[in-house]
């Protein structure tokens, strides 16, 4: 479980979705889309937006920094 950076508590994930669909990051030509998730604090209600990172990208993130700091999760920080 991920932690609230403001007070600690739990976080709970959810993606976000409106009436014409889910929100997305716009990719680029060689990447698509990707679905944006929030992590929002069950108890403050603090709300961090994340872009999942895909396979490929990370392979090619991994070879680049192939000695560097090890990896720090699955997502990517799209905002907050």
Do not use: W
Request: charged content about 15%; proline content about 6%.
């Amino acid at each position: 479980m991920i932690t609230c950076p403001k007070c600690t508590n739990d976080t709970q994930t959810s993606s976000l979705v409106t009436a014409q669909g889910e929100v997305m990051l716009a990719g680029t030509i060689a990447t698509g889309p990707r679905p944006i998730l929030a992590q929002v604090c069950t108890a403050c209600g603090y709300v961090e937006l994340y872009a999942p990172i895909q396979f490929a990208q990370r392979q090619k993130a991994h070879a680049s920094t192939e000695n560097v700091a090890p990896d720090e999760g699955d997502l990517a920080l799209a905002g907050a």
